[in-house]
């Protein structure tokens, strides 16, 4: 049974830094590519950071780069995200989501997807 398990998230202020992980089971995991994605309050879940089994490619949506980082440990089984600067308004539940073939922006293309951590902007 597949089981991706995130965790990290909390309150933290506009500025301010999250490190999110995602914790996995059931599967090759280092023959995935992992997602990130989050859904605010009455919106669609978005795409936000991926990257492939390797590690050797990222992929941000342009709303993070330069403030968020993905990253993962094949023997952990784990994929984490570092998010720094974090934006008012903030507030979302964070998904991360495993992808056999190759990082995709589409929550569709991703069969397997964790419960959830919810980060609230507490400014």
């Known amino acids: 049974q597949v089981q991706l398990v995130e965790s990290g998230g909390g309150l933290v202020q506009a500025g301010g830094s999250l490190r999110l992980s995602c914790a996995t089971s059931g599967l090759t995991f280092s023959t995935f590519a992992m997602g990130w994605f989050r859904q605010a309050p009455g919106k669609e879940r978005e795409f936000v950071a991926g990257?492939?089994?390797?590690?050797?490619?990222?992929d941000y949506a342009d709303s993070v780069k330069g403030r968020f980082t993905i990253s993962r440990d094949n023997c952990k089984n784990t994929v984490y995200m570092q998010m720094n600067s974090l934006k008012p308004g903030g507030t979302a539940v964070y998904y991360c989501?495993?992808?056999?073939?190759?990082?995709?922006?589409?929550?569709?293309?991703?069969?397997?997807w964790g419960q959830g951590t919810q980060v609230t902007d507490s400014s």
């Open positions: 990257i492939g089994w390797s590690g050797g490619r990222t």
């Open positions: 989501a495993a992808e056999r073939f190759a990082v995709a922006r589409t929550h569709r293309d991703y069969p397997y």
